[in-house]
Antibody, heavy 119, light 107 residues
Framework: QVQLQESGPGLVKPSQTLSLTCSVS??????????WNWVRQSAAKGLEWIGR???????NYSPSFKSRVTMSLDTSGNQFSLKLSSVTAADTATYFC???????????WGQGTMVTISS | EILLTQSPGTLSLSPGERATLSCRAS???????LAWYQQKPGQAPRLLID???NRATGIPDRFSGSGSGTNFTLSISRLEPEDFAVYYC????????FGGGTKVEIK
């Protein structure tokens, strides 16, 4: 059974880069027809899709984050990552990694990790 | 960007009652690329309905989805105690966006 687990710092300083990793267990991230996504949730903005990296490594980002987000796939480590630059307090949220089959909803989610932006 | 508006914001019902949740899109959602999720406190969302009307694996048949274009509905035929939660709609027709959620609470 495939499982996702987010990891990374829980506290990031303003203007710095937020870096998170999603480890995939029970299946190979480099095979199959899947989008590997990052979604965040805050009280102010609700659920927001940040972007996704496909099994091939190609990426697609939400216009809201495009200028400061980078996602990548690490097939040897069976994980994918999120980097969000120039963070502000508005980026304080719970960050989820999630899997999606093209033309379908998110069928698998990590448990989420809370990230606070504060000096 | 397709905006999704969910109503009502809160639904107060008793176990055994029927729940009807609405999701309205600012423009047409093509191919019924709309999903519904359930979220409980401290948990990730769980996929309930995919493609507007298809129940996800393991979802009880008391959950049903309908609609097309700009109007979609999630129905729960008879509320069980474990169904009291927040429900979100999400479209994947044009980029991906979520609605603001409907909280189903115990009356």
């Amino acid at each position: 059974q495939v499982q996702l687990q987010e990891s990374g710092p829980g506290l990031v300083k303003p203007s710095q880069t937020l870096s998170l990793t999603c480890s995939v267990s029970g299946g190979s991230i480099g095979s199959g027809n899947y989008y590997w996504n990052w979604v965040r949730q805050s009280a102010a903005k609700g659920l927001e899709w940040i972007g996704r990296v496909y099994t091939s490594g190609s990426t697609n980002y939400s216009p809201s984050f495009k200028s400061r987000v980078t996602m990548s796939l690490d097939t040897s480590g069976n994980q994918f990552s999120l980097k969000l630059s120039s963070v502000t307090a508005a980026d304080t949220a719970t960050y989820f990694c999630a899997r999606r089959i093209p033309a379908h909803g998110f069928d698998l989610w990590g448990q989420g990790t809370m990230v606070t932006i504060s000096s | 960007e397709i905006l999704l508006t969910q109503s009502p914001g809160t639904l107060s019902l008793s176990p055994g009652e029927r729940a009807t949740l609405s999701c309205r899109a600012s423009q047409s959602v093509s191919s019924s690329y709309l999903a519904w999720y359930q979220q409980k406190p401290g948990q990730a969302p769980r996929l309930l309905i995919d493609g507007a009307s298809n129940r996800a694996t393991g979802i009880p048949d008391r959950f049903s989805g309908s609609g097309s274009g700009t109007n979609f509905t999630l129905s729960i035929s008879r509320l069980e105690p474990e169904d009291f939660a927040v429900y979100y709609c999400q479209q994947y027709s044009s980029s991906l966006t979520f609605g603001g959620g409907t909280k189903v609470e115990i009356k």
